[in-house]
């Protein structure tokens, strides 16, 4: 059976370098910025891009607004690194079922393609999107019916943890929640590298 493997960041991508095996220059890396459609400022976006290509991938642009599942199977089927960028949680999960992003994404993983989440990117493949919905804009997805996340990991990333004057927010998420979801709180130098069945939370700065 392939090993599952998945680095879900905060914000840093450093970790990169030792999560992805081989040479860069001959990866193409499908880059998902649906995260960001939202925002007007979606520098964030362009910043996560531009890091990634100067690593040396080859950077293919999947946006998943009006794509089925077979346009994302067609246009993924040949990739060896999936990366989903950050943004708001909430529209990113109604895009992935809206398009089947939902299912084509665990075909991904399951045969063995490595999978990068930042933020919003991260939140997503966790059980449960609530613990975040005081960070994100839930309004953002009028179509979403479900809070529930993919479930490909049995815990929520909850990240930029660590800034002084959002402290108390998160506080409270994770007492909120304690009993009931596993919440891993992630510092922006830091995220949770999952090969098999194993997990560990790795420095993940620029």
Known sequence: MTTRRLLLASLGLGR???????AFEEKVLAFVPTAGTPYEDQSFV????????????????VPLEGKTADDLRA???????????????????QEMRKSGFDVVLPECIDRGTPYVGASAGAV???????????LDDPTAAPD?????GLGLVEFVVLPHYGLEKYLPEY??????????????????????????TSRESVASAE
């Open 75 to 93: 246009e993924l089927s040949d990739v060896d690194v999936v990366f989903v960028a950050g943004g708001n949680t909430f529209y990113l999960m």
């Open 144 to 148: 979403l019916t479900s809070m529930e």
């Open 16 to 22: 990169l370098e030792q999560f992805v095996e081989g």
């Open 171 to 196: 506080e409270s998420i994770i007492e909120r929640y304690k009993d009931e979801l596993e919440i891993v709180p992630l510092r922006n130098d830091q995220a949770v590298e999952v090969i098999g």
């Open 46 to 61: 362009d910043r996560d891009r531009q890091i990634l290509a100067k690593m040396g991938f080859k950077i293919r642009e």
């Open 124 to 134: 997503v493949v966790g059980p449960d999107l609530r613990p975040v919905q005081t």
